[in-house]
């Protein structure tokens, strides 16, 4: 009898010790799963996109409001209504995701709770086995009896170690139901957090929605408002392309001007200029670096208005109301804030400062092979041949007639026009 409880309880806590330690490496994964951990880092990165969002529509919100206060139904306005429809729709979008997001995370804590609803069932079984297990041992043998009855010294060292490793596990098993029912409250208590939250943006997506058909009915009244302009409109493309190729002038001749003395300088015995494989134009080697630094920084150079947004694209493309006019544009024009700062978006020479007709203030910087000009200036706060550094305050952008603060960019290599949206920074 003796030694046939002694044989059970033994293997009884061997299987035990066993299934402990199993339950332990489940419950360690299930809290570290890399479908929890791509939950976190999607929430961070959707958290991130919401905020970068919300913080482009403030700053639309800005403009547009600066633009209908001078005065209602222009170009200008259409465009920045365009604007912030297509961000508000990016926003809805980001809103549907993070209720995807959301549906994910409750499933996710719905199977958590599961799991350890589970853990708790079988910690409970376990110990009512142990308790029981105890219970039967203690019936059918005195435990000082079971010590004493021993063999030989080895088997009443391992006696003796096995009761107080039972009674060591017990009190484990304790504990660990205590954790696994705390951890249960809490996730709990997160699944009704999240449905709660879910609420919200749901909620949040209808307000958006409402504000996005308010958007589209302005945006189609302005579209009709513009459309009985025709004449009028005709007239202002005809002459933004005249300033245009005055523009594309003025450029083109500032570079050739500039290319013509680097090569006659080149000529000189005591010349430190060279030519590249990547550049056409002679450059010392401070210019070359700079030239290098520039191509090295695609993607990269800073915005020279630290708000606003693209109002007129690289290239050509169809007029926003017209049918059948197209409009050409060698660089980008960005809407921003009244008296917005201009700042040069790299390291350079201010080259030339002028004065265009019917586009302002003008400036062009050299940065090694490349140039960066700067039209629709009210102010100009740099001198001709002066060095700056990047995002160094170069003037103020112009107010039209419309209300408009308008910026207008180009960027060249030599006397190659590029677009310039591919070297500005994302926003």
Known sequence: MLR????????????????????????????????????????????????????????????????????????????????????????????NREVLLINREINATEKSIISLKNDLEN???????????????????????????????????MRLRYLRQY????????????????????????????KKEKVMVLAQEQTEKSQLDQLKNEQQGIVNNLTQKEQELKKEIDAARKQQEDLNRLIKSVIADEIRIAEANSKKKDSRTTTTSASRIPLTPEGAAISSSFAGNKGKIPWPVESGFVS???????????????????????????????????????TKITTVPGMGG?????????????????TVAVKSGQEITAKTIIGTVNVDKEGISELHFQTWKGLEVMDPSIWLSRK
Do not use: C
């Open 4 to 95: 046939s409880i002694s044989h059970t309880t033994i293997r009884h806590y061997q299987y035990f010790v066993k299934w402990v330690f199993l339950m332990l490496v489940v419950g360690l994964w299930a809290r570290q799963s890399p479908a929890q951990s791509q939950l976190k880092l999607s929430r961070a990165q959707l958290e991130k996109e919401k905020a970068d969002i919300q913080k482009r529509l403030r700053e639309y919100d800005s403009i547009l409001k600066k633009t209908t206060a001078e005065k209602r139904n222009t170009l200008g306005e259409l465009k920045s209504v365009t604007q912030k429809l297509e961000i508000r729709i990016t926003y809805i979008k980001t809103l």
């Open 123 to 157: 910690l409970k079984e376990e110990y009512a086995n142990m308790i029981y297990t105890s219970y039967k041992l203690h019936q059918g043998v005195n435990i000082t009896t079971f010590i004493f009855s021993a063999k030989n010294f080895k088997q009443f060292y």
């Open 167 to 194: 009674s060591e596990a017990r009190k484990k098993q304790v504990v660990q139901m205590n954790k696994v029912n705390d951890e249960l409250a809490k996730q709990q208590i997160a699944l009704q957090d999240k």
């Open 312 to 350: 007129k694209r690289y290239g050509t493309f169809p007029h926003p109301t017209l049918k059948g006019i197209m409009e050409t544009n060698d660089g980008i024009d960005i809407q921003t804030n009244n008296g917005e700062s201009v700042r040069s978006v790299f390291d350079g020479v201010v």
């Open 362 to 378: 003008t400036i062009i910087i050299r940065h090694g092979d490349f140039y960066t000009m700067y039209s629709r200036l009210k």
